[in-house]
């Protein structure tokens, strides 16, 4: 019986919270909530309205999404900074870090409720995060018991287990008696840009822990106690836009199979396809030269993308993000430089043909290098979206893809030392065969057929090898592209 009574006690409970109604949003109520809902109904949402209680004045927040779990929370975020747009979530950053403050106003607060899996009940709070720090703070209802009211008036919570759909209606003072500017004090001509987050973990991560595609934003700031806003989410944060994933497309394909096929020809394929041409030059030369044009190009592109879409040099300040766009930019002056030093490329027989080949190879091999951390960083960078930072396997493609590039150089270095001396002499005699012909044509002997250069040793190896590497790399580059499109 005593069993009975409680479960009629929750089920009451539930049945007793008046839904969340939107059709009055703009006309009693200012909303928040994703540009297309089906009946009345969103996947997340809030709402506010001005009310008064106590002839003191109070803020009506409806808090309302899917949390995925029964140990999810919604919490609706109040920030003063325009560019918190390009201030991404990582997954591993707390509930306010994506609202770090560019001014000196006290960081941003936020109210939030879960739903207690233990007391059966939801709990609302409110924090905030201070300026230039890493954690978020809870409020302490002790220090102000009428900051929060949950209770009467049409107040409370519902819980829905099976769609893991959570309801909170409450309250807060529109002017925090203390801490006001920490709390953020929501009276007029105070206004924010709005984030609703979705999480896990809300007593452990004090309602820090994201879940990919846990967050939304308003694109317009709003006064808190006005009704007259109807706010539609930003997708730019849910998922990367479209000029970011061009970037990030460009970049993989200019340097995980442009730039890794044309080191590769460059280093070992000289000696190879030696009586054909492509193009009036030979074959290994014009498809490095392809190969890197087209990387440059690319990158050339990507970065002027990169820059379009944070409107000039990247804002991002935390750590290691702001590190992409330094290297970057270095990766792309090293891109550039290079082609431009060839047309400074002595003789093959001049004195100073060695130093031009070690600068060229040095500069093509630190772009080489330093682009595969670039790419993994970008794979992380606040602006691929929530999404692709939380998944792992495109890094470790990449790891797989830098692994089978070094096993693939080490094998070309000891097959060409293993046929060494035989190309060697190939190539002597050759030589000799050359000077003879010039000498016959020279005294006006008898003509003779030009001699033609042999094909060196291990070249059936070699064909296998440069097939193998560039479709690993072009498998490579077409599943991250896929990856970085769809994410």
Request: aromatic share 12%; hydrophobic share 45%; glycine share 6%.
């Amino acid at each position: 019986m005593l069993s009975f009574s409680f479960v009629l006690f929750i089920i009451s409970g539930v049945f007793s919270f008046k839904d969340v109604d939107l059709s009055t949003c703009t006309v009693t109520k200012g909303c928040l909530r994703p540009p297309v809902c089906a009946d009345n109904l969103c996947e997340y949402g809030a709402t506010w309205r001005l009310v008064e209680q106590e002839q003191i004045q109070y803020i009506e927040f409806e808090l309302f999404g899917d949390i995925k779990s029964s140990s999810g929370f919604i919490s609706l975020v109040f920030s003063k900074d325009p560019y918190f747009t390009f201030k991404m979530l990582d997954p591993s950053y707390t509930i306010e870090q994506v609202v770090r403050r560019v001014d000196f106003s006290g960081g941003d607060g936020f109210v939030g409720c879960y739903y207690d899996t233990v007391d059966f009940k939801t709990v609302v709070r409110a924090g905030y995060r201070p300026e230039a720090s890493d954690s978020n703070h809870l409020y302490n209802p002790a220090d102000d018991e009428k900051l929060l009211i949950t209770t009467g008036d049409d107040l409370g919570s519902s819980y829905v287990d099976a769609q893991h759909y959570l309801q909170c209606r409450f309250r807060r003072r529109v002017t925090p008696v203390k801490m006001a500017n920490q709390l953020k004090d929501l009276a007029p001509p105070n206004a924010y840009y709005l984030i609703i987050q979705r999480g896990s973990d809300p007593l452990r991560t004090s309602f820090g822990q994201l879940f990919p595609g846990g967050e939304a934003t308003s694109n317009e700031s709003a006064i808190i106690t006005s009704p007259l806003y109807d706010l539609t989410i930003d997708d730019t944060l849910m998922h990367a836009p479209g000029v970011v994933k061009a970037h990030g497309a460009m970049m993989v394909l200019a340097w995980v199979f442009c730039s890794s096929v044309g080191v590769i020809i460059s280093r070992y394929y000289k000696d190879m396809w030696p009586n054909s041409g492509l193009l009036g030059e030979r074959v290994w030369f014009q498809v490095h030269r392809i190969l890197m044009g087209l990387c440059v190009g690319l990158t050339c592109l990507a970065v002027i993308l990169a820059f379009i879409f944070c409107q000039g040099y990247s804002r991002l300040r935390i750590y290691p993000d702001y590190i992409h766009p330094i290297l970057g930019l270095i990766v792309l002056c090293l891109a550039v430089i290079n082609p431009f030093i060839t047309f400074c490329r002595p003789h093959p027989m001049h004195k100073n043909r060695p130093y031009f080949n070690w600068t060229h190879f040095i500069i093509g091999t630190l772009a080489h290098v330093l682009s595969i951390p670039t790419i993994m960083l970008g794979l992380r960078m606040p602006a691929a979206g929530v999404q692709l930072r939380s998944l792992n396997y495109p890094l470790w493609i990449l790891i797989f893809f830098v692994i089978f590039q070094f096993c693939v150089e080490l094998t070309l270095e000891i097959h060409g030392c293993l046929h060494y001396r035989r190309n060697k002499q190939k190539k002597l005699t050759y030589r000799n065969e050359v000077e003879q012909y010039q000498n016959a044509v020279r005294v006006g002997g008898v003509p003779i057929p030009r001699p033609v250069e042999p094909e060196p040793s291990g070249r059936i190896f070699k064909h296998f090898m440069i097939s193998l590497h560039a479709t690993v790399a072009a498998i490579v580059a077409v599943v991250l592209i896929i990856v970085i499109a769809v994410n």
